[in-house]
């Protein structure tokens, strides 16, 4: 069994930073897409970022050029950096995973965390 655990988040005041961890423990051999949603109150979950096994990258528009997506395999970690942060960032947090393989040829699953409380204040 995959568990995803979550931390990082808190309140902090605009302008200041903030980085949310998430690590998935279990016996895991591979993961694809490691990646933040957020959903704040009243509002649909949204793609913040991803980060493919080789790298690559992804932000959502509102984002770019504020937060820092990265990852460590060995650890399966995925780190958020987030920069300047805005009232308009605050929403919980989630870490979600993709294309996990417990063993080679076994099917991939996706996974969710629990999500992660950021609060921005004005």
């Known amino acids: 069994q995959v568990q995803l655990v979550e931390s990082g988040g808190g309140l902090v005041q605009a302008g200041g930073s903030l980085r949310l961890s998430c690590t998935a423990s279990g016996r895991i051999f591979s993961i694809n897409v490691m990646g933040w949603y957020r959903q704040a109150p009243g509002q649909q979950r949204e793609l913040v970022a991803t980060?493919?096994?080789?790298?690559?990258?992804g932000y959502a528009d509102s984002v770019k050029g504020r937060f820092t997506i990265s990852r460590d395999n060995a650890k399966n970690t995925v780190y958020l950096q987030m920069n300047s942060l805005e009232p308009d960032d605050t929403a919980v947090y989630y870490c979600n995973i993709q294309g996990v393989r417990l063993r080679v040829g076994t099917p991939s699953v996706t996974y969710w965390g629990q999500g992660t409380q950021v609060t921005v204040s004005s």
């Open positions: 980060i493919t096994d080789f790298g690559s990258t």
